[in-house]
């Protein structure tokens, strides 16, 4: 295939790019912040996609982050493109800090620990996603191997992981995409005027430019 890569990847070279891109988060990040400088659109339209993207990072959809931003930059008529950039809040080096505390104001906002389900509250987070896991495969065999269906590790994951990292992300999501909408507007439309300005002056160059070669051809005549 014309498209298709000579030396091919190994998967651990794939796996550790998600982790530590090629080129560092540093330089990862300044190309997320030139491709926002250089969207269409007004400050307010680009700075509410990049807040919708932020808080769609605080919710549980993994995998489904760049399709969950898009559409909320629909329903609020933002930069979608921005919507999408913003997703970027959530990488490996920020998953574990919004885990905890989108899990944490959960288990606040839900009273979970000082119920009946006190017991379950004790098995480690990474036990809750083997369980899960664990639970999905034995029920899907059981189609096949006729064995009765087991929902107990995805109802402890669901009610003591995925339900309250969506309930307690709310909060925390609200206020970080408040947060980039106000910080970003400004720095947004600040430096719009400054592209702008370049761009006129080097307009007003070429014309200056063209004059001078023109005059120029009219006095070698």
């Known amino acids: 295939m014309v498209f298709k890569r000579r030396?091919?990847?190994?998967?651990?070279?794939?796996?550790l790019?998600?982790?530590?891109?090629?080129?560092?988060?540093?330089?990862?990040?300044?190309?997320?912040?030139?491709?926002?400088?250089?969207?269409?659109?007004?400050?307010?339209?680009?700075?509410?996609g990049l807040a919708v993207g932020v808080f769609t990072a605080f919710t549980p959809f993994y995998g489904l982050h760049f399709i969950l931003a898009a559409l909320l930059a629909r329903v609020v008529r933002a930069?979608?493109?921005?919507?999408?950039?913003?997703?970027?809040?959530?990488?490996?080096?920020?998953?574990?800090?919004?885990?905890?505390?989108?899990?944490?104001?959960g288990y606040m906002i839900l009273g979970i620990g000082n119920?009946?389900?006190?017991?379950?509250v004790h098995r480690s987070l990474g036990g809750k996603f083997v369980d899960a896991g664990a639970s999905l495969?034995?029920?899907?065999?059981?189609?096949?191997?006729?064995?009765?269906?087991?929902?107990?590790?995805?109802?402890?994951?669901?009610?003591?992981?995925?339900?309250?990292?969506?309930?307690?992300?709310i909060i925390p999501g609200l206020v970080a995409a408040?947060?980039?909408?106000?910080?970003?507007v400004p720095l947004i439309r600040a430096y719009q005027?400054?592209?702008?300005?370049?761009?006129m002056s080097r307009i007003e160059a070429r014309r200056k430019k063209a004059l001078g070669k023109a005059d120029a051809t009219v006095k070698h005549e």
């Open 79 to 105: 930069n979608i493109l921005a919507g999408l950039l913003g997703t970027f809040a959530g990488n490996p080096l920020t998953y574990v800090p919004i885990g905890v505390i989108a899990m944490n104001t």
């Open 7 to 15: 030396d091919r990847r190994p998967i651990w070279k794939t796996a």
């Open 17 to 48: 790019d998600f982790v530590y891109p090629k080129g560092g988060w540093t330089r990862a990040f300044h190309y997320v912040k030139h491709r926002l400088h250089r969207l269409p659109g007004s400050p307010e339209r680009i700075a509410r």
């Open 115 to 120: 119920g009946v389900i006190e017991k379950d």
């Open 193 to 199: 005027k400054r592209r702008a300005r370049k761009i």
């Open 137 to 169: 495969l034995g029920n899907i065999l059981a189609v096949f191997n006729g064995l009765p269906a087991d929902w107990r590790g995805l109802a402890v994951f669901y009610n003591e992981v995925f339900f309250p990292y969506l309930v307690g992300g």
């Open 178 to 184: 408040l947060f980039s909408y106000y910080l970003s």
